[in-house]
């Protein structure tokens, strides 16, 4: 997880980034089958979300724990997730793969607007 250079610093002292690094290296210390991601993403600066998304593709790969991801950064949620459920309003909008997601109507219209999705129609 990138952590190594960290390992005598103390938490309060780590970079934002690599904090959540060492949430996801305390998850695995368990060795979980399944890991829960509630908005890892949120606060990241988005030139971080590229290197974090690694972390959650090594969760996956690695450590051969499934992963549950909530987030609304949608570069990080379609580039690690194999199905993605979309809500709106607190019922299922869309559920799909990250191409069956992009290419629907109805996700563009609840998070672009009406008129964006008009304007790709066109």
Do not use: K, W
């Amino acid at each position: 997880l990138q952590l190594t250079r960290h390992a005598s610093a103390p938490a309060g002292v780590l970079a934002h980034g690599d904090e959540r690094r060492l949430g996801v290296a305390r998850a695995l210390a368990t060795e979980p089958r399944f890991v829960l991601m509630d908005e890892p993403a949120a606060g990241l600066p988005e030139a971080e979300v590229p290197d974090f998304a690694a972390v959650v593709r090594s969760v996956r790969d690695e450590h051969d724990a499934g992963v549950l991801l909530i987030d609304h950064n949608m570069a990080l949620v379609m580039d690690v997730c194999d199905r993605i459920q979309v809500l709106d309003h607190g019922a299922t909008l869309a559920e799909g793969t990250p191409v069956e997601i992009r290419a629907n109507l109805d996700v563009a219209a609840a998070y672009l607007g009406e008129s964006a999705v008009h304007e790709e129609g066109s």
